[in-house]
């Protein structure tokens, strides 16, 4: 059983930088890959980024790689996703996701969600 609740987003102005956070609770969180969705209107829900249970084993999409990082501290039970550069297309309500393995969550299968947080970036 786990639970997610994100925070962090916001309205940011084009080029600007705006940081995430995931907070988790649940005897498996720490066990779980975490990561990233976005959903805007009239786009596919896509996924933006995550990791495994160690931190070790990082995936990114193609349109964030280079500009965002996603990391977690198990002490604090906490999952951030650092974004730079951020343009119109990133404008999505984002969604912290946790499941099994990272290859479970990439495919948005037997996942656990949180509630979303909005991000708008404006010119």
């Known amino acids: 059983q786990v639970q997610l609740v994100e925070s962090g987003g916001g309205l940011v102005q084009a080029g600007g930088s705006l940081t995430l956070s995931c907070a988790g609770s649940g005897r498996s969180f720490t066990t779980y890959a975490v990561g990233w969705f976005r959903q805007a209107p009239g786009r596919e829900r896509e996924f933006v980024a995550g990791?495994?249970?160690?931190?070790?084993?990082?995936h990114y999409a193609d349109a964030v790689s280079g500009r965002c990082t996603v990391s977690r501290d198990l002490a604090k039970n906490t999952v951030y996703l650092k974004m730079n550069i951020l343009n119109h297309y990133d404008t999505a309500v984002y969604y912290c996701?946790?499941?099994?393995?990272?290859?479970?969550?990439?495919?948005?299968?037997?996942?656990?969600w949180g509630q979303g947080t909005q991000v708008t970036v404006s010119s």
């Open positions: 990791l495994n249970w160690s931190g070790r084993n990082i």
């Open positions: 996701a946790a499941a099994p393995s990272i290859t479970t969550l990439k495919q948005q299968g037997g996942g656990y």
